[in-house]
Structures are given as C-alpha cells and as structure tokens.
C-alpha cells in the first residue's frame, strides 16, 4: 500500500489495520508489517491510500 498527498493524518487507516502496520505522525506511513490486505482503503475519507502501480 501507498499513501498519497492526499493523507490529512485523522488516523482512520490505523485504527482499522488488523497488523498494526500504519504509523500516523502528522500523516500516515506504511510500515513493513503491512500484507496488501486492502482494508485501510476502504476506511479512509480522502482516497489517500492506493495499490502500488
């Protein structure tokens, strides 16, 4: 997963991750942890957050 420049940093992606893999400090970061679930996708209200082409 990518976050793009549309990240504002309310954290909703975090707070959704089963793994623990999203940092958020200003905006959010993916960390290693990650596993291309997808479910961080669907909570975020910007769109912030896509699949690497």
Known sequence: ???NENC???GQC???CKKGAIEVK???R???ACVDCGICMLYC???AI????
């Open 1 to 3: 997963m990518k976050i």
């Open 8 to 10: 504002v940093g309310c």
């Open 14 to 16: 975090a707070s959704f």
């Open 26 to 28: 200003g905006k959010a």
């Open 30 to 32: 993916v960390t290693d």
């Open 45 to 47: 209200p910007v769109k």
């Open 50 to 53: 896509e699949v690497p082409a």
